[in-house]
Nanobody
Framework: QGQLVESGGGLVQAGGSLRLSCAAS????????MAWHRQAPGKQRELVAD????????DYADSVEGRFTISRDYAKNTVYLQMNSLKPEDTAVYYC???????????WGQGTQVTVSS
């Protein structure tokens, strides 16, 4: 299966912005969807945003709706997560993943740390 490499994480002050990138080793056209999940210390991994590759429809967690935007670039085989108005509670390791069907297994990247200071 294709590999995923995340980048763009880092340390930012509250109210700032970051853009995460997730580059796939192969064409993303064959994927059903791609998503970003995050996991904060002591908490369960949670879905942040999802995009259906063919149609482009998106879905967001209530906690990030209106602040985060997920998008895809076919030419670069990359999915992005634009994060604006960041809050300390957004601090987590962010993981990119994909599925090749709605009922399929998720394939994960290695994760990238996002830290938002107050």
């Amino acid at each position: 299966q294709g590999q995923l490499v995340e980048s763009g994480g880092g340390l930012v002050q509250a109210g700032g912005s970051l853009r995460l990138s997730c580059a796939a080793s192969g064409s993303i056209i064959s994927f059903y969807d791609m998503a970003w999940h995050r996991q904060a210390p002591g908490k369960q991994r949670e879905l942040v945003a999802d995009i259906i590759i063919s149609g482009g429809s998106t879905d967001y967690a209530d906690s990030v709706e209106g602040r985060f935007t997920i998008s895809r670039d076919y030419a670069k085989n990359t999915v992005y997560l634009q994060m604006n108005s960041l809050k300390p509670e957004d601090t987590a390791v962010y993981y990119c993943n994909y599925r090749v069907s709605p009922w399929g297994t998720r394939y994960w990247g290695q994760g990238t740390q996002v830290t938002v200071s107050s």
